[in-house]
């Protein structure tokens, strides 16, 4: 089994800046990929980020690209979500998701077999 805890969420002002982290345990070899989804009220999860085990592919929703920035470190067993210049509209439950081999690309969250409790992050408007 995989564990994920996420940590970081928070509020801030438009414009400004969160950093989420999610601590991976368990049998981390299964988590090839590792992502992050948001959910806003009322809204369906969607895909935000996407890594693969190296790090060396990475995959962005539009509504983020050019502000956030997804790392890993295997060796601490990380997964981390750079925010910068939020907007309102980011607001929303953050969640760390991970699944074996496969694409970053894969933006359907019924792709990820294991989750994270959710952060939030609030950007009042």
């Known amino acids: 089994q995989v564990q994920l805890v996420e940590s970081g969420g928070g509020l801030v002002q438009a414009g400004g800046s969160l950093r989420l982290s999610c601590a991976v345990s368990g049998r981390t070899s299964s988590t090839y990929i590792r992502g992050w989804f948001r959910q806003a009220p009322g809204k369906e999860r969607e895909f935000v980020a996407a890594?693969?085990?190296?790090?060396?592919?990475?995959y962005y929703d539009d509504s983020v690209k050019g502000r956030f920035t997804i790392s890993r470190d295997n060796a601490k067993n990380t997964v981390s979500l750079q925010m910068n210049r939020l907007k309102a509209e980011d607001t929303a439950v953050y969640y760390c998701?991970?699944?074996?081999?496969?694409?970053?690309?894969?933006?359907?969250?019924?792709?990820?077999?294991?989750w994270g409790q959710g952060t939030q992050g609030t950007v009042p408007s």
């Open positions: 998701a991970a699944r074996g081999y496969g694409s970053t690309d894969s933006v359907y969250y019924n792709n990820y077999d294991y």
């Open positions: 890594v693969n085990w190296s790090g060396g592919s990475t």
